[in-house]
């Protein structure tokens, strides 16, 4: 796991024109933001779109100038290596610390780079505890590979004199 960011997360709701969204991701593609974490899914009302960007300000002038109505909500980017398991483990340890996660979400991108969205009741905690995690995972990486490189040493170390 890499980094833990506090982002902002839009949502728009689309009625049920089918064009509506291919000119959503139009929009919000030609923006010049990247889009990180796209989710969508349909309700008795339309479609419904949440999109986490690099820059959410630029988005939403974006969206709104086209027409759309918007809604924003603070959430959590997990930027994950492509690792199967590794949302789900995180999902685990907020709730075993207590944390209820409301919903959660991961798009992989075309490298081997995944984000996971999370939305819960205590996102600051959620938060802590993710950086947390992140740091332990990154030191335990670094430790492991430390030992790899201290056992190349010893392997080819010189016999030591009598």
Not at 83 to 94: F, R, S, T
Request: with cysteine; net charge negative.
């Amino acid at each position: 796991m890499s980094t833990v960011k506090r982002q902002v997360e839009i949502t728009v709701n689309l009625s049920n024109e089918p064009a509506l969204m291919g000119r959503l991701m139009a929009t919000a593609g030609s923006c010049g933001a990247e889009v990180l974490a796209p989710c969508s899914y349909y309700s008795y009302d339309g479609a419904v779109v949440m999109l986490v960007t690099d820059d959410a300000d630029r988005t939403l002038r974006a969206l709104e100038g086209a027409g759309f109505s918007c809604k924003c909500d603070s959430v959590l980017l997990v930027e994950i290596p492509d690792e199967p398991g590794i949302a789900a483990l995180l999902g685990v340890k907020l709730t075993a610390a207590g944390i209820r996660v409301l919903y959660s979400y991961l798009f992989r991108s075309e490298d081997t780079q995944g984000y996971v969205v999370f939305k819960t009741t205590d996102d600051n905690r959620a938060f802590y505890l993710l950086e947390v995690e992140s740091l332990v995972h990154e030191l335990a990486a670094a430790k492991s590979w430390q030992r790899a490189v201290e056992s190349q040493f010893e392997e080819h170390a010189l016999p030591e004199a009598a």
